[in-house]
């Protein structure tokens, strides 16, 4: 969590997916883990479009 390996892999992806005009970037993460919500939606600003009870998963998106 220190070096920001998470945070600089989701920007380059970020980044990868602009320049091949792609509209938009969906993640799973588990919205039970604070850090993962906090991360996804408030470091990357993505927001939270769906949970699916089941899986324990919420998708995140992010519009580039």
């Known amino acids: 969590r220190s070096r920001h390996v998470g945070l600089n892999l989701k920007e ?3 980044e ?5 005009g792609v509209a938009f970037i969906e ?5 039970l883990v604070s ?5 996804n ?3 990357l ?4 479009v769906e949970y699916l009870e089941t899986r324990q998963t ?6 580039l």
Do not use: C, E
């Open 12 to 14: 380059h992806q970020w």
């Open 16 to 20: 990868w997916s602009k320049q091949r």
């Open 27 to 31: 993640w799973t993460f588990d919205p």
């Open 35 to 39: 850090r993962n919500a906090w991360f």
């Open 41 to 43: 939606l408030s470091r």
């Open 45 to 48: 600003g993505a927001r939270a």
């Open 58 to 63: 919420m998708h995140a998106a992010r519009r």
